[in-house]
Nanobody, 132 residues
């Protein structure tokens, strides 16, 4: 089972990038619910939740990216996306794909955004560099 990110790179401020995460080895629809998300870590900083999408397509975003980032999923392809627009230098960092699976009950995307330790599985990350 693995989460594999791609799509990172270097862009100028104001530019756009689209990150992808292919989730393999997990049968998402075999769970009661799940949350998928993007977490980033800037140099010298702790990891922070950026965007979460639940099994029912409910989404939540960190305040710093609202209106600029959009998370989506293609369940047929087991793929998670993060469309990032109007990138700023403070968006610099390693971006990780992560997943939380629920055997029972719903996955609360608010809770997961605030507490990324709730994620069960992580990818290796893809680097995003934004030049000012």
């Amino acid at each position: 089972a693995a989460l594999v990110e791609s799509g990172g790179g270097s862009v100028q401020a104001g530019g756009s990038l689209r990150l992808s995460c292919v989730i393999s080895g997990y049968f998402l629809h075999g769970y009661s619910s799940y949350c998928l998300g993007w977490v980033r870590q800037a140099p010298g900083s702790e990891r922070e939740g950026v965007a979460i999408i639940a099994h029912d397509d409910t989404t939540n975003y960190a305040d710093s990216v609202k209106g600029r980032f959009r998370i989506s999923q293609d369940s047929a392809k087991n793929t998670l996306y993060l469309q990032m627009s109007n990138l700023k230098p403070e968006d610099d960092g390693m971006y990780y794909c992560a997943a939380r699976f629920m055997e029972e009950g719903p996955c609360d995307s608010d809770d997961v955004l605030e507490n990324i330790a709730l994620f069960h599985a992580w990818g290796q990350g893809t680097q995003v560099t934004v030049a000012s």
